[in-house]
């Protein structure tokens, strides 16, 4: 969409700068041939293949085709100070939510201009509240489907600006460590916040660094590449946008507060609470500088994490632990579960191969499987309802069974079980029959279709599938899709329940824009007595190593190996695949 040249030009930010001129101008009802000159100059400074900053030092943005005297000192305005006092004065004339209103796609400055001065709407939160109360179409030319419309893009739009998905900000924030690692000032640097927790979305990412010099770190802040804009400085905080609309706050400090600022900074904030409880009990205060006695104000700990645990009597806790749902209590005994580790994993259940609407062969993936030490995988492909994907016919399931015996054969001992995906079609009715479910080895089921039912509709109709004897463990039990599909309304406890009872898995998705089951839910269902699979639903090789991101939630739902089918050996598994078989 942007083709701003990489590395720190202003092409994109100037052009967005015009793109708000035009847009408010609009607004305002100004005349079409002044609204479009911002736009197309707006289009060429984004097309530019050089950084509009060395046209402006250069003298040379009046060779920008529609960039007149006027502009040019705008420009140059706000290239050197930052701020343009005419882009200011503009938006001074309508309410500060305006301009947001702008971005919503399908509204557009004509017809945020009407609900402006119709019913007064100048904002997001405005604009939702009445198109939920129906008053949006009443507005000439908007009407009862624009107002629907508005709703969805109303809601992706808060969705994509508040919660990024996992994969990326982990990616973001490791090229923004490796950057900060090599500045001379600094030490040490780790992420912290709901990332270090391996929250399943993630709001604004807490990047923590180590420095004799804390006042040093903050130059070298401001000079990483992936700056998009500076939203705050000091010497023990900066506040950058990076790319995604990403916030990331850098705080600085020095080594002897390490352990605390790390314990700090990484919450949650119902967690920190808790410790900060027990350290008044003993007569201490805990803060992000350390772990001190009120009345001396000695350091009692503070340089390492664990010592700050120690100190208060507690095991050290995994971050992913650290919501005050149990996690303290245990600790102070001495007593916290086992968690599962990435190293525990020895299987993959759900993947795909080019059989379905997978990008590499049978042999490909298992190749790349056994790489990262798994010893087996459950080929799962789509099944015969799902034909935007290919999927398999009866025919077409004992033709892969001869490529998997090939496989087999040649990877022995490690083990490709035939497995399917299967559609749980309306009313919860099976994509193939018992008889085919029987030849295969391992059979998981999916929603893919028909996702607004009612809540009713939808329990029983996951119920009813999970009752067959074949099925042994329910993929994505949520069916969202972060940042572009809600869940679909179903009755989760009641899932799990029927799930406990007929020894069906739970699965959680490691695909990033899955997550699911969450694992609010997964530790409700650990609770219940829930078993499950912890599966990438790989489509390419590529895609395999996207099981940390599942053994995360994992950690987070308390899960140990005992509790996870593709932690356990291989005959184990299929000695639970069988006696699943034997349960009506
Ligand atoms: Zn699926
Ligand atoms: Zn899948």
């Known amino acids: 969409m942007s083709s701003t040249p990489p590395g720190r030009s202003r092409n994109g930010e100037v052009a967005r700068l015009l793109e708000g001129i035009a847009g408010l101008l609009e607004v305002k009802g100004e005349q079409a041939f002044r609204v479009n000159a911002y736009r197309n100059a707006a289009r060429r400074i984004e097309g530019l293949s050089e950084p509009i900053e060395t046209v402006h030092t250069e003298g040379r943005l009046r060779e920008i085709q529609g960039v ?276 525990d994993i020895r299987g993959d259940l759900h993947l795909h191969s080019n059989w379905t609407d997978g990008g590499s062969s049978v042999e490909e993936m298992a190749r790349a499987a056994l790489a990262l030490g798994r010893e087996y995988i459950a080929l799962t492909d789509h099944s015969k309802s799902l034909g935007v994907t290919n999927g398999l016919t009866e025919q077409r399931i004992a033709e892969q069974r001869l490529v998997i015996d090939e496989v087999n054969q040649a990877l022995a001992p490690f083990r490709v079980l035939q497995g399917t995906e299967m559609d749980i079609k309306r009313e919860g009715r099976l994509d193939y029959d018992d008889e085919t479910l029987a030849s295969l080895e391992y059979v998981s089921a999916s929603i893919h279709s028909g996702m607004k039912q009612t809540r009713e509709v939808m329990t029983e109709r996951i119920a009813r599938a999970l009752r067959n004897r074949y099925v042994a463990t329910l993929n994505h039990p949520h069916g969202r899709l972060i940042g572009s599909r809600a869940a679909y309304e179903v009755d989760m406890a009641a899932v799990i329940r029927v799930a406990v009872e007929h020894g069906v898995a739970l699965e959680i998705n490691s695909q990033p824009a899955r997550m699911d089951l969450e694992s609010i839910w997964a530790r409700r269902g650990r609770d219940a007595g829930a078993k499950f699979a912890i599966n990438t639903d790989a489509h390419a090789t590529g895609q395999l190593g996207l099981m940390r991101f599942g053994v995360a939630t994992a950690r987070r739902a308390w899960l140990g190996p005992e509790h996870v089918l593709n932690a356990w050996p291989l005959a184990d598994l299929l000695g639970h695949l069988a006696a699943r078989r034997r349960i009506p």
């Not at 990483?224 to 506040?239: E, K, Y």
Request: glycine fraction near 8%; charged fraction near 30%.
């Open 68 to 343: 007149g005297v006027a502009l040019e000192q705008k420009l140059g305005e706000y290239l050197t100070t930052g701020s343009l006092r005419y882009y200011e004065a503009l938006r001074a004339e309508f309410p500060p939510g305006l301009v947001e209103l702008l971005e919503v796609p399908g509204l557009g400055p004509r017809k945020a201009r009407l609900v402006f001065e119709q019913l007064g709407v100048g904002s997001l939160v405005e604009l939702e509240a009445a198109a939920r109360e129906h008053r949006l179409r009443d507005v000439p030319g908007l009407g009862e489907r624009t107002e629907q419309n508005l709703l969805t893009e109303i809601d992706r739009l808060k969705r994509r600006t508040t919660r990024h998905q996992v994969e990326a900000t982990l990616t973001i924030a490791e090229e923004l460590l490796d950057r900060l690692r090599a500045c001379p000032a600094v030490r040490r640097a780790v992420y912290a916040g709901s990332l270090r927790r391996m929250q399943d979305t993630i709001g604004d990412v807490d990047l923590l660094v180590a420095a004799e010099r804390p006042e040093e770190v903050e130059r070298c802040v401001l000079e990483l590449p992936q700056v998009r804009d500076v939203l705050r400085q000091g010497p023990a905080r900066t506040s950058i946008l990076v790319r995604g609309g990403l916030q990331v706050d850098v705080r600085a400090v020095e080594p002897k507060s390490w352990g605390a600022a790390l314990q700090y900074f990484t919450g949650s904030k119902a967690h920190n609470i808790r410790l900060r409880e027990i350290a008044i009990k003993r007569g201490w205060k805990l803060n992000e500088y350390g772990l001190f006695d009120e009345r001396t104000g000695t350091l009692v700990a503070g340089a390492e994490e664990d010592d700050v645990y120690d100190a208060l009597g507690l095991q050290p806790i995994p971050p992913e632990l650290r919501e005050d749902t149990g996690e303290i209590e245990l600790a102070a005994e001495g007593r916290l579960p086992r968690l599962l580790e990435l190293s």
